[in-house]
């Protein structure tokens, strides 16, 4: 039985308007979640995510199974209640941030250091599953396999063989009715191994479906026909989710492909650096041209942090080291780009879809 439950209310092609049901509540789509890595969303708190409207935020497996530990947070409750936040969270599997520490991979498993103090683990399918079970979430991820673009068609049919065996593994152990587990498809920039990689991944019978391996190098034009025939062989009444894309040229066009939820550290690294995310596209709010800008990062964003803040007083932060510039600057990304997904949302319910991409993809493709 399914533990997440997708109403689509409203379609423009294949773009969808839906709402998706967890045991512990409800979310609509199209959604952007973002990324809490460690527990939380850079320089934001629990109080910050209502405020910008978020409906799911991420954690991540790796940091959190090593600090604080899975047997802590769940001491705590769950990683909601952990960090205060009464909203979903889904925690990632952790298998990207394995990967990228180039560990020692086997048919079963990875072994791999800590960053934090050198000290070896092991991961595998089955103790993925047990530690975010641990930490929570009411959506988990399997572990899959990632491998970095470009790779050698032989080293991406490994990991799409890895993949669907991990989470063929993952299925059998998760065991928490009131959590929903999501497979994730792989397979590069090939066509032919996204579409297998999807049916072997369907036939296993997930809640929902994770779309990994894409945004890590490759262009937007590799990105999109390998995106799509993924999607031609996910079920419609699942949730698809792609993992780690949120620019919004790349989210639109993947809204329009079908997409529903979307996650990315993107928008608060941004803001650390002081970059604003605008309907006129990104700029540097640190310029000289905003010193004395007596109007908001953006007119029509509907964020606190705009019906507040001049671009002189922030560019003025940003001068002087003060670190309320990047907390100001990351809340008002997040909160733009989850406003771009309720007027993506909002156009496909009122048929305007077409439109709304155009314009998008006029400032930013």
Not at 160 to 188: C, P, Y
Not at 256 to 285: I, K, N, P, Y
Request: glycine residues 10%; hydrophobic residues 40%.
């Amino acid at each position: 039985m399914h533990r997440v439950a997708v109403a689509v209310e409203a379609a423009a092609a294949a773009a969808r308007a839906a709402s998706s049901t967890t045991a512990r509540g409800s979310y609509t789509t199209p959604l952007f979640m973002p990324v809490g890595t460690r527990g939380a969303i850079k320089y934001l708190s629990a109080a910050d995510y209502e405020r910008v409207g978020a409906q799911i935020v991420l954690g991540n497996t790796y940091h959190l199974m090593l600090r604080p530990g899975a047997e802590l947070i769940e001491r705590f409750g769950g990683l909601g209640s952990f960090a205060g936040w009464d909203g979903l969270t889904l925690t990632d599997s952790g298998g990207f941030q394995v990967f990228s520490l180039d560990p020692s991979v086997d048919d079963d498993g990875v072994t791999f250091k800590s960053t934090y103090d050198g000290s070896t683990h092991r991961f595998t399918p089955e103790i993925a599953v047990d530690v975010q079970q641990r930490l929570g979430a009411d959506i988990q991820m399997v572990l899959d396999v990632c491998p970095p673009l470009p790779s050698p068609p032989e080293v991406v049919r490994l990991a799409v063989e890895r993949t669907s065996a991990w989470a063929e593994r993952a299925r059998r152990v998760h065991s928490r009715t009131d959590q929903a587990l999501f497979g994730i498809v792989q397979g590069g920039t090939s066509e032919a191994l996204r579409a297998e990689s999807a049916q072997r991944t369907v036939a296993l019978g997930f809640d929902g479906y994770g779309i990994g391996g894409l945004s890590v190098g490759e262009s937007r034009g590799e990105m999109l026909p390998a995106l799509a025939a993924a999607i031609d062989h996910l079920p419609a009444d699942r949730p698809r989710y792609l993992m780690g894309v949120g620019d919004p040229a790349s989210l639109v066009e993947a809204v329009a492909l079908g997409v529903d939820q979307f996650d990315c550290v993107m928008q608060t690294r941004l803001g650390r650096h002081g970059t604003a995310l605008t309907s006129e596209g990104r700029f540097q709010a640190k310029a000289a041209r905003h010193a004395d800008v007596d109007a908001p990062l953006d007119a029509n964003c509907p964020c606190d942090v705009c019906a507040r803040h001049s671009r002189g007083y922030i560019r003025h932060l940003l001068q002087v080291g003060e670190p309320t510039a990047s907390r100001l600057l990351s809340i008002h990304n997040v909160a733009w780009t989850i406003d771009l997904m309720s007027r993506m949302r909002a156009a496909i319910l009122d048929g305007t879809f077409a439109r709304l991409r155009s314009d998008i993809l006029a400032v930013w493709g």
